[in-house]
Nanobody, 124 residues
Framework: EVQLVESGGGLVQAGGSLRLSCKIH????????VGWFRQAPGKEREGVSC????????YYTDSVKGRFTISTDHAEDTVYLQMNNLQPGDTAVYYC?????????????????WGQGIQVTVAS
């Protein structure tokens, strides 16, 4: 059974940083993609970043480029999202998701496995 467990959210002042973790259990091998998504109050869920576990290929949505970094600890089966210079507009519930995909993709329709979500709140 595939399980994803997020941690690391919380409350931070504008300009601050947080690191989200997504611990992944249950995949038979490393040939899968992990994506981070977020949903702000009253808005649809959007893709933030994704990474291929095998080759570490990454992709970022424009609004987080230069501020967020996605990375993998292969030994720990954990994907991180380092978020710097956080702004109130980054406030949302953040979800990690995983799926065996041939290439990285940031559309939620491709992902079957999701974490429970974790709150990130950025105060102005």
């Amino acid at each position: 059974e595939v399980q994803l467990v997020e941690s690391g959210g919380g409350l931070v002042q504008a300009g601050g940083s947080l690191r989200l973790s997504c611990k992944i259990h249950g995949f038979a091998d490393d040939d899968y993609v992990v994506g981070w998504f977020r949903q702000a109050p009253g808005k649809e869920r959007e893709g933030v970043s994704c990474i291929g576990k095998v080759d570490d290929t990454t992709y970022y949505t424009d609004s987080v480029k230069g501020r967020f970094t996605i990375s993998t600890d292969h030994a720990e089966d954990t994907v991180y999202l380092q978020m710097n210079n956080l702004q109130p507009g980054d406030t949302a519930v953040y979800y990690c998701a995983a799926e065996p995909l041939p290439v990285i993709a940031l559309q939620e329709k491709y992902y079957r496995y999701w974490g429970q979500g974790i709150q990130v709140t950025v105060a102005s």
